[in-house]
Every structure is written in C-alpha cells, then in structure tokens.
C-alpha cells in the first residue's frame, strides 16, 4: 500500500520560511520522480516543483523559482519542499505526488498523492 503523509505547513508573515515534509511509504523514493502541487482558494491545482527519480533534475513554476527548493532523502523516503520568502500569493494547500509518466506538470502525470497541508501567508 502506497502513502504519502505531507507534513510543515503553517500560518506564516509575509516573507518567512517553512519547509515542507513528505513521507512516502510502499515505494522507493529513489525509484521515482516526484512532485509538490498546490490549490489555492478558487483555483486549479498546480505544479509547484518537480524532481527526478535520481535526484539529479529538478524543475519549477516560474513563480517560485529562486524561492523554492525541492530535495529528497532516499534513505530515509522523504520528500522535502524548502520554501523561502513566502508571499501571500503562496496561500494554498500543498500537496505531494508520486510521478507515474507523462509531461511533469501534469496532474494525471501523478499516480499517488497525499492528503495535503495548509500553508497560509499573512501580509
């Protein structure tokens, strides 16, 4: 059985940091690409970040380029999302997702997903 348990989220001031933790059971990280998504009020969920199976590639929105940080440790079959200089716009719950195939920014590229977790920004 395949899970995936987000966990950080938080209320936070405009301009600080979280980072968020995704465990993942009943698959090896270091066999799959991964992917954190995000659904903010009245909207679509989207990609936020992804990374390969390796490790070695990753890949991110345009918004939070610069600010966000995906990285995972396969010893342990976490996910990470390092988030820096939040902004009220980053409001949203964010979710994790066990890429399958297809285009990475592609929700139905995503086989397995996790309950999410509520990241609220304040201004």
């Known amino acids: 059985q395949v899970q995936l348990v987000e966990s950080g989220g938080g209320l936070v001031q405009d301009g600080a940091s979280l980072r968020l933790s995704c465990a993942v059971s009943g698959r090896p990280l270091k066999s799959y690409g991964m992917g954190w998504f995000r659904q903010g009020p009245g909207k679509d969920r989207a990609v936020v970040a992804f990374?390969?199976?390796?490790?070695?590639?990753?890949a991110y929105e345009d918004s939070v380029k610069g600010r966000f940080t995906i990285s995972k440790d396969t010893a342990g079959n976490v996910l990470y999302l390092q988030m820096n200089s939040l902004k009220p716009e980053d409001t949203a719950v964010y979710y994790c997702a066990l890429y399958h195939s297809g285009g990475w920014r592609a929700t139905n590229s995503y086989r397995y997903w996790g309950q999410g977790t509520q990241v609220t920004v304040s201004s």
């Open positions: 990374i390969s199976s390796t490790g070695g590639s990753t």
